[in-house]
């Protein structure tokens, strides 16, 4: 079993960052990939970002590209988005998820495993 602690939203001005924290609890961190998703009101929840078990392969999707950037950190189980730039569209619920993945480098961020509970971010005009 593995639970997720994500943290770090919070309300901030265009062109503004935050940096968005995953934590992770269990021995097996490093087996698993992660991905950043995000739910906008009255909208379905979207992929934003993703990394493999490595950190050597990381995904975004097109709306955050150049933007946002994802890591991790395997020796404290944690997963960081940086989100640089931001803008009013991206006022969302964000929520880390991890899908077991062992060593695979590749991912397919579909049928994630684990969730957490959610970071609100508001970005204001």
């Known amino acids: 079993q593995v639970q997720l602690v994500d943290s770090g939203g919070g309300l901030v001005q265009a062109g503004g960052s935050l940096r968005l924290s995953c934590a992770a609890s269990g021995r097996t961190f490093s087996t698993y990939a992660i991905g950043w998703f995000r739910q906008a009101p009255g909208k379905e929840r979207e992929f934003v970002a993703g990394v493999n078990w490595s950190g050597g392969n990381t995904y975004y999707a097109d709306s955050v590209k150049g933007r946002f950037t994802i890591s991790r950190d395997n020796a404290k189980n944690t997963v960081y988005l940086q989100m640089n730039s931001l803008k009013p569209e991206d006022t969302a619920v964000y929520y880390c998820?991890?899908?077991?993945?062992?060593?695979?480098?590749?991912?397919?961020?579909?049928?994630?495993?684990?969730w957490g509970k959610g970071t609100l971010v508001t970005v204001s005009s």
């Open positions: 998820a991890a899908k077991i993945t062992y060593y695979r480098s590749t991912v397919v961020f579909d049928g994630m495993d684990y």
